[in-house]
Structures are given as C-alpha cells and as structure tokens.
C-alpha cells in the first residue's frame, strides 16, 4: 500500500552535504509520521529524525542535531533529510519509513523504503 522511494545518496567528502528524497505514495499520508533510519556497517538500524506530514513537529537524534534537517513538501508527497556536515561516523544506509504515529515509528511499526547507500570519505 505505502510506497517509499529514497533517493539522492552518494559518496561525499567529510564535511560536506547531501540531501536525501523520499517520494511517499499510499493511504493515510496526511496522518503519517515519517522519519529517516540509519544502519551502519555492524550496527542496529537507528531513526535519524522523524516528522509529521502535516505540522511542523520534528525530531532528531542527538547525535544529528544541528547538521541534519529534515522537511517534508506535502504537495510532492516528499520527505527530505538535508545532512551538513557529514562525518565519516554517519556512512550508513539510510531509510525512508512511514508510520501511523510517533509511537509506531519509535517501534519500528513502520513502512520502509529500500535505502539508499550514503558514504562519508575521511
């Protein structure tokens, strides 16, 4: 039903940006909580930052505040994840995700995109 696709991953030098897409389609969207996940080589998968379609309330981990933004436009049905900054410590495939609430996307109840492979060179 949901349908992610991510896209705009790469490999960058540290310190420099990318900016992620995820064009969304499927129900319920305007009551869907979205968020971008991280897995690193070795690691769990992690959520990055997350948003409602419609508001403006965002979240983001700790270790991505300040470099990461992440922002949606409701009229392309696309979430985007701005990264500045990048550190070779935020190489990791990074996922779109849908959920029906904040609940559902802190557990993992969610839609998931097929990931898009980003690489910071140090």
């Known amino acids: 039903q949901v349908q992610l696709v991510e896209s705009g991953g790469g490999l960058v030098q540290a310190g420099g940006s990318l900016r992620l897409s995820c064009a969304a389609s499927g129900p319920n969207l305007s009551s869907s909580v979205m968020g971008w996940f991280r897995q690193a080589p070795g690691k769990e998968r992690e959520i990055v930052a997350a948003i409602m379609w419609i508001g403006r309330t965002t979240q983001y981990a700790d270790s991505v505040k300040g470099r990461f933004t992440i922002s949606r436009d409701n009229a392309k049905n696309t979430v985007y994840l701005q990264m500045n900054s990048l550190k070779p410590e935020d190489t990791a495939v990074y996922y779109c995700?849908?959920?029906?609430?904040?609940?559902?996307?802190?557990?993992?109840?969610?839609?998931w995109g097929q990931g898009t492979q980003v690489t910071v060179s140090s």
């Open positions: 995700a849908a959920g029906s609430s904040w609940s559902a996307v802190a557990s993992n109840d969610v839609y």
